[in-house]
């Protein structure tokens, strides 16, 4: 899928790059500016730009492993080759200290850089073009507040032609579409801000949208799930596969808190995003719940047990894991009877307590990744001085044929369906995006920040 | 102060120094439960309550010495310390050396091995012993030989005399030779001829730990032992309503279910399957549980609230001058100790009489609490110290060998393990307890502090057995016990007061102790006890008032400060480190420094920081630390330096990350997850640790005297980095990037 | 039955299929190196090397382990010939309480066995899921560094003899 997406994208963008370009690509320098000549910041537009900045997630991307928030240089891995983000504190050098609040503007809408250098869509600006001015004017005021930080990011990493630049043009031509938010009148204000948010900064659909071969959101399937660094991100709304179905309550406790007693914790990519929206102002987060539970509910499982409520059901200090259950001969359900059973049968709170996996949209959803991510990788511990679920990985226990085994029996067991389609690759990605993973990692420890 | 050795009274003598000793005359309560008595016999550290020279050091007919001690190995080093303590004194190569701790059947009583006083109790009874002992041999050696004793010379463990005369030890000693009281004066080594003590001697107790030989209660096997575990109520106070026993007694391999009133354990072959039988009880039960913990959004305002018992313990001049004023009310959190390992222990009934194996820092006093609880006498109970998992503390140690012991009564004739699990230890510790210091003091014109009042409020640092009511299980079982009642360590050790009195010169200043009667949760000794709060919370003022007055942090320390020992390592550790030059290398740099004589009596402690900390992060990412410490005599160098480094990562978690957390029925911060300590992410790049040398010196206690000046070097880092001063701890990335956005807003 | 290869030595196991392993090496075999710790996976005090890779013993069912080699610290030395690392450790006396070292080995072995020239960076990372509570973080660190110099040099004293 990778390689063919790849040659597609080199014909495709070639042939339109070869028409188009010299019509349209052009885009204007920016002037520079001097940042030490602006007046004092406007504190109350840098506060709120900071609150937008973290509704738009801005410094997962924007943060290296272990480095400072905002000076760029992850590297993100993308079916077309690997991009480095950017340095977007105030450094004149390295980031963005020399950009006048109208370059800022053009970069966040029309992901064009100030010295009129297409930006590749991994910078989601198909969702940034419908920021208002004012956000938008607020969210420069912030950055340019932040301290500078002197940061280079990697060249990145693509073939030719997709190297070039003004490929981009191309890409831009068949699905940019530059529109501002229009608020539907026949709604409210609270489900106007809350699709204002959604689509726009929040830009939900750039992972929960499923995107054709040339990396573009699938506008006719917005929501019914997507990719995002080897996670699969749910489908939102009617298609959702949530064993309980969400509800606003549900949608704002989680966006909030980062879990919730019927759905889990959140994990992988959104596990950022949790972070970052339990800084925001609520309502905001309640405005983003209220247009997401507006798109409908799924089905849901009928004879699905939900959690107990309240403190775990088993006295924690007479043990937060249960007994091991008895061993059926199976292979997967032996490995969950003997493995994974004491924590997740042991009611223990969310979001420290392992979930009832009954309850897990990772086992009754669209594809086995999630699953195999959490058995291979785990939750690994973090420190920082806040709680934080830990849950050891089982990849260098369990050989493939027994992951396989394992999800197969959770999925029937515990979702009521029918065995996963593609586990054994899903098992091979799991192992390769944990090895990534781990070799960032490794890398984390030794810079400070 | 305790038992030191005072130089005073020196006397040259044929390459020995003869020094007389003095007690001082504090009555309090201590913390190691002894001393604090008038002196009974005059004598040096624990020889006052155990003169009996034989009671510490025996030689057998093959010359080779067994050396006991009251006290304990905690992973501290003590056991290595001690025997190059007595093979200097004695003589004797360390390997002819075997040493016996804590065992209340054949050692010295030494109380607690606690309060960093095991070399001033021990070591100093063992030196003086050691060299009494070797004198006595020397004398009998003379008496055989018919020459002076001065004329002989003593190495290793044989005596020398003329014409190539000699006598080994074994041929020397005979039955009750030692068996006799120390005398006033001991001829001990001379400094510059020790061969032993002052030297890096590799421990003893580590190869066995790092091949996986037998060395923790954890690992010990007796023949026919059954593995105990317990069913803990899930929160203070709750009673038992309803469990299904039958249904654990049916499982295969269970071999009894124990209930006693609200006490409840499973005994069984394997230890698995006790688990698995504690798992299942726990599930058939239920209890009725109370509202009962303060509300822990606001602990500071919580403990301040309760009712106090107040004591002045520091008043000089006239405090309330005024000047330049700096205030602040500094919390720290309740802490657990965090042993990696759970607490253990084993334990055998038979004949009437009960053998407990146990990790306690009190083998007598649990010995007592353990008879009580089960209304035994207490002769015919043994406790026989085997080491643990590090404690720092009085931690699960005896709580679990009063399971231990209960389920032994249940079962004569087997040994019995019980191990606690992950969360039972972190639930049911007694805690490090959550305390408020508040301080307000103000700095003249002419740059010198005019002000100081400083109140601190904490609850009991010391509730450790004795009493029957401070285990759990006597607390459970059916015929309870009271809870122990609380103890106020008093002045000039202190409790939570510990350190509260400030050492830098002062002319107005005050001090009150607000001791607080009421438990809101478990609590009790953990690792210099309120001397972290009280030296984090002075040095954070010190160094607000030297900011605020336009001075350097350790010029202003030493501006304030006579003694010289103080004065040395404050001088020590800045040179060290390099503070006049210090440079930042960016805007995220913060240096900070700290210094603290501990309890204002032990060692001499002065740490220099440099931290990164940006402010869009909070992450603190401590680059380099210097400490400087002067412990008096040093006996083993690298054992100094591993307690320092130590002390200096554990406070950094403390500072950083640490809380323990519970909703108004139970604590919640049931494991790792929930309760982060410091992992391998966030350790220093570099940690220098410097000795002073003072030769001829009284040992001074060293384990716990960096905690408190190596968290206040954090806290001023921090607050060197960021503008922001932190008073509520742990200062977490969270909170340090909230503060300095609340004043960025300022 | 399971029969499990422990340092070398096969060794049948009476132990119900479901035990962790850490209880069959401490209560069937008297190994007494991998601890208990928490039961959770979050400490490491239990990790042993199974087939090369570091494990938690305390959460890995025996039932998993038949026919994988498995190497706990007494595989590594004996306390009159310890191996590399547990003579780097006894070197750098990177021990307080020491009940967590035999983990830290465990994994660090598993590390260099698979890269020899690790550096800091990914020895600190590779430590991440273990706890020390005495503050021996430095030490342990210098000794995974000795050792890890000492078994370059062996194994180019190795490459240069041949």
């Given at each position: 899928m990778k390689l063919r997406s790849v040659l597609l994208a080199l014909l495709v963008i070639g042939a339109i790059g070869g028409t188009a370009a010299l019509l349209y690509a052009w885009e204007a320098p920016i002037p520079s500016i001097d940042s030490r000549s602006a007046g004092a910041p406007d504190r109350a537009k840098a506060r709120r730009g900071a609150s937008l900045a973290l509704l738009g997630d801005c410094a997962t991307c924007h943060t290296a492993p272990g480095g400072l928030p905002y000076a760029g240089g992850l590297a993100m891995p993308t079916p077309f080759g690997t991009i480095y983000s950017t340095n977007i504190t105030p450094d004149p050098e390295t980031g963005i200290g020399r950009w006048s609040e109208a370059a800022f503007i053009r970069a966040l809408r029309s992901g064009v850089d100030r010295e009129g250098r297409h930006l590749y869509p991994a910078f989601p600006y198909d969702h940034f073009t419908r920021v208002s001015d004012d956000d938008a004017k607020a969210m420069y005021a912030f950055f340019m507040s932040i301290d500078p930080v002197r940061s280079s990011a990697p060249p990145n990493e693509l073939p030719f032609p997709l190297n070039v630049r003004l490929t981009l043009a191309g890409w831009k031509l068949m699905f940019l579409r530059q529109v501002r938010f229009v608020a539907d009148s026949s709604k409210d204000e609270k489900w106007n801000r809350g699709k204002y948010l959604v689509d726009g900064?929040?830009?939900?659909?750039?992972?929960?949208s499923p995107r054709n071969?040339?990396?573009?959101?699938?506008a006719s399937a917005s929501f019914e799930g997507g990719e995002a660094e080897g996670w699969r991100a749910y489908a939102l709304g009617r298609r959702s596969q949530s064993p309980v179905p969400w509800d606003e309550a549900a949608l704002t406790d989680y966006l909030a808190r980062g879990s919730h007693p019927q759905h889990g914790t959140a994990q992988g990519p959104m596990a950022n995003v949790v972070d970052n929206l339990s800084l925001v102002d609520s309502t905001d987060v309640s405005a983003m719940a209220h247009y997401l539970a507006s798109l409908g509910k799924g089905e849901g499982r009928k004879d699905v047990e939900t959690a107990p409520s309240g403190p775990g059901r088993l006295p924690q200090a007479a043990g937060i894991q249960a007994a091991t259950p008895s061993i059926p001969s199976d292979s997967g359900g032996a490995i969950y009877a003997a493995v994974c059973a004491s924590c997740h049968e042991g009611d223990r709170a969310l979001p420290l307590g392992g979930v009832r996996l009954g309850l897990s949209t990772a086992i009754g959803g669209e594809t086995p990744a999630n699953l195999v991510n959490l058995v291979v990788r785990g939750i690994p511990a973090s420190t920082g001085g806040s709680a934080h679920p830990i849950m050891p990985g089982f990849g260098d226990v369990l050989g493939d044929r027994q992951i396989s085994d394992l999800a197969n029996y959770l999925r029937t067991?515990?979702?009521?369906?029918?065995q996963w389609d593609g586990i054994g690759k899903a098992v091979a990605d799991a192992r390769v995006t944990g090895e990534l993973d781990s070799a960032t990692k490794s890398k984390r420890f030794g810079e400070g920040p | 102060m305790t038992h030191a050795v005072s130089r005073r009274g020196v006397l040259a003598g044929a390459g020995a120094l003869i020094i007389a000793f003095r007690l001082s005359g504090a009555h309090a309560q201590t913390e190691t439960g002894t001393g604090g008595k008038p002196s009974k016999h005059g004598l040096p550290g624990s020889l006052d309550d155990t003169p009996r020279i034989d009671a510490w050091i025996r030689i057998d007919a093959s010359g080779a010495a067994t050396i006991l001690t009251g006290k304990a190995e905690l992973g501290q080093g003590l056991k290595t310390a001690l025997l190059q303590v007595a093979a200097e004194e004695l003589k004797l190569p360390l390997a002819r050396l075997s040493l016996i701790t804590a065992d209340t059947a054949r050692t010295p009583n030494e109380g607690y091995t606690a309060a960093s006083h095991s070399m001033q109790d021990s070591g100093t009874a063992i030196r003086h012993a050691a060299a009494q002992a070797r004198e006595i041999l020397r004398d009998e050696a003379a008496r055989r030989l018919g020459v002076?004793?001065?004329?002989l010379q003593i190495r290793n463990g044989e005596v020398f005399g003329p014409n190539r005369m000699r006598l080994g030890y074994g041929e020397l000693v005979r039955d009750q030779m030692l068996t006799v009281d120390a005398q006033q004066t001991s001829h001990l080594t001379s400094p510059a001829d020790f061969v032993v003590m002052n030297q890096p001697v590799p421990?003893?107790?580590i190869p066995a730990k790092v091949t996986g030989g037998a060395a923790y209660v954890q690992d010990l096997r007796p023949e026919g032992m059954l593995h105990g575990r317990v069913v803990r109520p899930p929160s203070y106070g709750a009673t038992l309503r309803d469990c299904d026993v039958a249904q654990v007694e049916q499982m295969g391999g269970i071999v009894k279910v124990v209930r006693d009133g609200n006490f409840l354990g499973v005994l069984a072959d394997r230890e698995w399957t006790a688990i698995q039988g504690m798992r299942t009880l726990a599930a058939t039960t239920t209890w009725i549980e109370q509202q009962a913990l303060p509300d822990s959004a606001d602990l500071p305002a919580a403990l301040m609230k309760l009712p106090s018992h107040d004591t002045t313990i520091h008043d000089t001049g006239n405090p309330g001058e005024p000047g330049i004023l700096v205030e602040g009310t500094f919390s720290r959190p309740y802490l657990t100790h965090g042993s990696i390992g759970p607490s253990c222990a084993i334990a055998q009934f038979g004949d009437g009489k009960l053998t407990v194996w146990t990790h306690t820092q009190g083998v007598f006093f649990l010995r007592d609490a353990i008879a009580g609880m089960l209304r035994m006498p207490a002769e015919n109970v043994r406790c026989i110290h085997a080491e643990g998992s590090g404690c720092y503390g009085h931690n699960g140690a005896d709580d679990a060998a009063a399971d231990a012991a209960m389920l032994a009564l249940a079962m004569p004739g087997r040994p019995v393990r019980v191990q606690l699990m992950r969360e039972q230890e972190h639930a049911w510790d007694p805690f490090g307890p959550g305390m408020v210091v508040k301080l307000r003091a103000t700095v003249g014109g002419d740059g010198a502090i005019a002000d100081w009042r400083h109140e601190v409020w904490s609850q009991s640092h010391m509730m450790r057995p004795g009493p029957p009511g401070a285990l759990i299980a006597a607390r459970l079982k059916a015929d309870a016990f009271p809870p122990a009642p609380p103890v106020a360590l008093a002045q000039p050790e202190g409790g939570g007061d510990r350190n509260a009195i400030p050492l830098y010169e002062i002319p107005n200043s005050k001090v009150v102790s607000h001791f607080l009667p009421d438990m809101p949760l478990r609590g009790s000794s953990m690792r210099s006890l309120g001397g972290y709060l009280n030296v984090l919370s002075i040095e954070s003022v010190l160094d607000e008032l030297a900011a605020r007055s336009g001075q350097d942090p350790v010029t202003f320390r030493l501006r304030h400060i006579e003694d010289p020992r103080a004065r040395e390592v404050i001088e020590t550790a800045a040179s060290r480190f390099g503070w006049a030059g210090r440079v930042k290398r960016s805007e995220s740099t913060g240096f900070g420094f700290g210094f603290a004589r501990y309890k204002n009596l032990e060692a001499w402690c002065a740490v220099a920081v440099e931290i990164e900390v940006p402010r869009q992060s909070g992450v603190v990412r401590v680059r380099r630390i210097v400490a400087a410490v002067d412990t008096g005599q040093v006996v083993n160098p690298d054992g100094i330096r591993n307690q320092i480094e130590g002390g200096i990562l554990q406070s950094m978690s403390w500072t950083l990350f640490e809380r323990v957390t519970f909703d108004r029925t139970r604590?919640?911060?049931?494991?790792w997850s929930a309760y982060p300590i410091m992992r391998f992410d966030s350790v220093p790049e570099s940690v220098e640790v410097r000795l002073i040398d003072r030769p001829g010196d009284a040992f001074y206690g060293v384990a716990e005297a960096a905690q408190g000046p190596a968290g206040a070097a954090i806290a001023n880092a921090i607050r060197d980095a960021t503008g922001v001063r932190m008073y509520e701890l742990p200062f977490t990335a969270a909170r340090i990037k909230r503060a300095v956005a609340v004043r960025s807003e300022g | 039955m399971t029969t499990l290869t422990i340092n070398g030595e096969s060794r049948s196991i009476k132990a119900s299929p479901d035990t962790p392993l850490l209880y069959v090496l401490r209560d069937e075999l008297a190994l007494n190196a991998a601890k208990y710790g928490c039961g959770l996976g979050q400490c490491g005090a239990c990790t042993v090397i199974v087939d090369g890779k570091a494990i938690f013993s305390c959460i890995t069912p025996v039932m998993l382990l038949e026919g994988r080699t498995i190497t706990t610290l007494e595989g590594l030395g004996s306390p009159d010939a310890p191996g590399p690392m547990q003579r780097a450790f006894l070197a750098e006396q990177a021990a307080q309480c020491g009940y967590c070292i035999p983990g830290m080995i465990m994994r660090a072995q598993a590390l260099l066995n698979r890269d020899p020239h690790a550096t800091d960076e990914s020895i600190k990372g590779e430590l991440q899921p273990h706890l020390c509570r005495c503050g021996t973080h430095m030490r342990i660190l210098r000794a995974i560094r000795r050792a890890a110099e000492e078994m370059k040099l062996k194994t180019a004293d190795a490459r240069t003899r041949r």
């Open positions: 900064l929040g830009h939900c659909g750039a992972c929960h071969l040339l990396g573009a959101e699938k067991q515990f979702a009521g369906k029918s | 002076p004793a001065t004329s421990r003893i107790d604590v919640t911060s049931v494991d | -």
